[in-house]
């Protein structure tokens, strides 16, 4: 379905849904579109492509992190625009890998740079997306203040002065908009070496 047949709406109290226009037929598919952003857990680096997500036990690494892994060379081609950045920020933080949703946020911000509209963005966009910070306590702010500060560190050798970003590219907004969960939030005792 395109996303036209699909409408936005207000949700008093919960944000935005969408709904048809239309009498769906059970099992009609909705809608289809690549995820914005996505990282493979630490647990499945290395044993899944980073690119089509298939296991595969004979994957090639990238020759420069030496962290994602490919099928071959089409997938790496294929993810090359969403790494390469990310890329040199992981060889800069070498032998330590940043916790998951660092490395989510950082592919966030470099998306959200290149300022490219991808389809999953027809319905909503990312700054669309509610924050629900009133409804976060205070601990878990100052867990995503910290998250913020490691992402800002984690991505220094691609953005040297944060304070030259865009205003809608705010680390902090990015961790509640992305709803960080607690057992995430919990790893924050990450830092860079160099």
């Known amino acids: 379905m395109e996303p036209a047949a699909l409408e936005r709406f207000p949700s008093p109290g919960r944000g935005s849904g ?3 226009r239309r009498r769906l037929r059970p099992g009609e598919l909705l809608y289809r579109a690549q995820p914005f952003a996505y990282i493979l857990s630490k647990e499945q680096l290395g044993a899944v ?5 298939r296991r595969n036990q004979h994957l ?19 993810a090359w625009l969403d790494h390469k ?4 920020c992981l060889k ?17 911000v ?21 924050s629900n910070i ?21 991505l220094k050798t691609e953005i040297q002065d944060v304070s030259r970003l865009p205003p809608a590219i ?23 070496t160099h």
């Not at 009133?134 to 984690?154: N, V």
């Open 92 to 108: 800069s933080v070498e032998p330590n890998i940043p916790p998951d949703s660092v490395r989510l946020a950082g592919r966030i």
């Open 60 to 78: 090639q690494r990238c020759s420069q992190c030496k962290v994602a892994k490919y099928c071959g060379k089409s997938c790496q081609k294929e």
């Open 85 to 88: 950045q990310e890329c040199r």
């Open 110 to 130: 470099f998306k959200l740079l290149r300022q490219s509209v991808c389809l999953s963005e027809r319905l909503y966009s990312f700054s669309d997306l509610q």
């Open 170 to 192: 705010d680390f902090f907004q990015i961790f509640t908009k992305a709803k960080v969960s607690l057992s995430l939030q919990r790893k924050l005792h990450w830092t860079p």
């Open 134 to 154: 009133e409804q976060l306590s205070e601990e878990m702010k100052d867990g995503l203040r910290h998250l913020a500060q490691t992402l800002q560190l984690y």
């Open 49 to 53: 492509c980073e690119r089509c997500l």
């Open 18 to 20: 969408l709904r048809t």
